[in-house]
Each structure stands twice: as C-alpha cells, then as structure tokens.
C-alpha cells in the first residue's frame, strides 16, 4: 500500500520542487522540497533519492521577485522565507491564454493569502474537466476567488467549459513597496457591459511594522448594484466547524483582515468559508 496523501495537499508543489532538485542539481529547490517523496521514487526510481539525499540544502537564496509586470501578479508581504512571513499573491493578469482563455477562471483581482507559511485565504482551484458541471462552473467562477461579484454575474462571460466570450480586462494602476510599506492598485471592466457599467478597483495596502494587511474595494457606477466579496479561508479549519458559527465569531476568526463582514458557512461547497460583504 503506497500513501500518497499522508503530508497533506501541499505535498504537491514539495513534491516538484523534489523532482527539479534532482534533475537540475538544484540545492535550493532541494531545501525547499525537504524530502524526497514516494511519488518522486516511482516516477524517477531509487538512484534519483540518492543524488536527491547527496545534494547539499542551499539556504542563501535570492530575495523572491516582487512584481511579474509581463504575467500580471504581484507579491506583497515581508520576512520571506521565514517562519515570520506574510505572503500575499495578487491577480491582475489576463484572463487566459489568446482568444478562448479556455483555462481561465473569472478571478480579476483576486488574491491568496498565507502567514508563516500556512495558508489562509485561498484560491479553490479547479474540480473536474468533465464532470458535475455545476460544480465545474463554480470554481472557474468569480464567486470561487477572493474577488468581488457584481449582481451576481462572473466578471467574464463563458460561452463554454473551455471558452469565455467576453474577457475582463484587468490592468495595475499602481504598484510600489518600501521598508514600511506595499501598495498595489488594479481595477478590470468586467462589468462596463451592463447598461449602467461598473468599474471595479481593488486598493491593497499592507503596513509592515503592524502586519497589518487592508483591502478596498470601490465601485465607479451611476446606479445601485449587489456587490459581493467573497473570501475563502483554508480548508483544515473549516473542516473543525461543527456548527454554523456566530457574526462576532466570524470577524475573530477573519481578524487579520481590516473589514466588517456577514458570513455563513456554505455547507454545499465544502472546504470553503464564504464570506459574503455588507
């Protein structure tokens, strides 16, 4: 019997940092990486655990890059690489490759969260290609990223599982950091195709000395609309609720993000904490 689930999920990316160590000589991804996992060993065999066991952890890495202009992400956070750090992955990428962006999800502005290396606010992924549909089409969804939904439509228009016909076009209009302080500006016009058109622009600050991160959602728009901001919490401490928790109890729970929020917890949609914005 092989376990290939006994470190948990994020085993994953060790998993190919493992494989890169070995087949690049890399010391660093081989730190990164820590083990040699058993599903490295059926893909590349036992002589590879021995150069992976011989290469010597390279710990003096270069500072993680900041600011990917072309691909549209965006780091922010400090003391990277340290049981201290706060790491912040922010989307202002296109939707997806060429015309379809058949791959993409409706996830303008979106963004993870992790602290000290665990995760916090996540991003859901994927499911399945080709089964239950609906579960499909909710996590390509705008309501299946840590964005905001306007009246109830995604940001882009899917004409398909693997075609979106109106693509959100997300832009950076501000990115800066400093000792003290990281600052990132997006906004997307997703929803300038309604009769009264809706631009979303999303503020991010975070104040490093009080580790403190703020996200400002602003809407340009004549009319009213319903907008929703969804965040979606880590699953291993949804997974320990065993009753629909309080308002008070969910803004302790969310303390380390500056906001007032009603949430509910989704029962159909489990691994997931839906937080719903006044």
């Not at 390509?140 to 228009?157: C, I, K, L, Y």
Request: proline letters at 4%.
């Amino acid at each position: 019997v092989v376990d290939f689930t006994a470190h948990g999920i994020e085993d994953v990316y060790a998993s190919l940092l493992a494989k890169g160590a070995v087949l690049f000589s890399r010391g660093d991804f081989r730190h990164k990486a820590r083990e040699f996992t058993e599903q490295c060993r059926w893909l590349l065999g036992d002589e590879a655990a021995q150069r992976f066991a011989a290469l010597q952890p390279q710990t003096n890495t270069l500072p993680p890059k900041r600011a990917f202009e072309q691909g549209g992400w965006y780091v922010l956070g400090n003391a990277f690489e340290t049981p201290d750090e706060v790491r912040m992955v922010v989307d202002v990428a296109p939707l997806g490759y060429l015309g379809i962006a058949a791959h993409g999800h409706a996830d303008a502005l979106a963004f993870t969260l992790s602290v000290g290396g665990e995760p916090v606010l996540i991003d859901t992924g994927t499911y399945g290609y080709y089964i239950e549909k609906r579960w499909r089409d909710y996590f390509r969804s705008t309501a299946g990223h840590n964005t905001v939904r306007v009246d109830g439509e995604d940001q882009s228009v899917s004409g398909g599982p693997f075609l979106w016909t109106r693509h959100a076009q997300a832009r950076k209009e501000q990115y800066s950091s400093d000792a003290t302080q990281d600052r990132l500006v997006g906004s997307h016009d997703g929803y300038t195709r309604y009769a009264d058109p809706v631009t979303h622009r999303r503020r991010i600050d975070y104040d490093k000395a009080r580790r403190c991160i703020s996200v400002e959602d602003s809407m340009e728009c004549k009319g009213s609309h319903l907008v929703e901001q969804f965040l979606h919490k880590a699953a291993e401490e949804v997974k320990r609720l065993k009753t629909q928790p309080t308002d008070e109890e969910m803004l302790t729970k969310n303390g380390e993000i500056e906001g007032e929020y009603v949430g509910d917890v989704n029962t159909d949609r489990p691994g997931v904490w839906h937080l719903k914005g006044k």
